[in-house]
C-alpha cells in the first residue's frame, strides 16, 4: 500500500490508532457461538470495526475537534481523500 498515498496515510492512521477492538471480537464470539461460517464472521466484524471507525472521523470532523484520546485527528493529521478528490475536480 503505497501509492496513492492521499488515500492510503488516512487508512493507515485511523486502522492503526489504537483501541479497545470489543466490537470485532464480540462479532466473532456470537458467530462462534451460533456457528457461522467463519469467513462471513470474520467479514462482519471487519465491517463493524469500520464503520465504527467511519462514525467517529465523521463525529470528529463534524465538531471540529483536534484530537481524539490524545492522538492528533484524521482532519488535522493533513489532507482529507475527499477534500483532495473535490481539489482535483475543480482543477480540471
Excluded at 470489543?22 to 462482519?44: C, H, K, M, W, Y
Excluded at 470495526?49 to 485527528?73: A, G, K, S
Aim: some cysteine; aromatic content about 8%; charged content about 25%.
Amino acid at each position: 500500500m503505497k501509492d496513492p498515498s492521499y488515500i492510503y496515510d488516512p487508512i493507515k492512521h485511523i486502522i492503526q490508532s489504537e483501541g479497545k477492538r470489543l466490537r470485532p471480537i464480540i462479532v466473532q464470539f456470537l458467530g462462534d457461538f451460533f456457528e457461522n461460517d467463519s469467513n462471513d464472521t470474520i467479514n462482519a466484524a471487519m465491517g463493524v470495526e469500520l464503520l465504527h471507525n467511519f462514525t467517529l472521523v465523521h463525529d470528529d470532523i463534524m465538531d471540529e475537534d483536534t484530537l481524539r484520546h490524545n492522538v492528533t485527528t484524521i482532519q488535522k493529521n493533513g489532507i482529507m481523500p475527499m477534500q483532495y478528490c473535490l481539489e482535483m475536480r475543480w482543477e480540471h
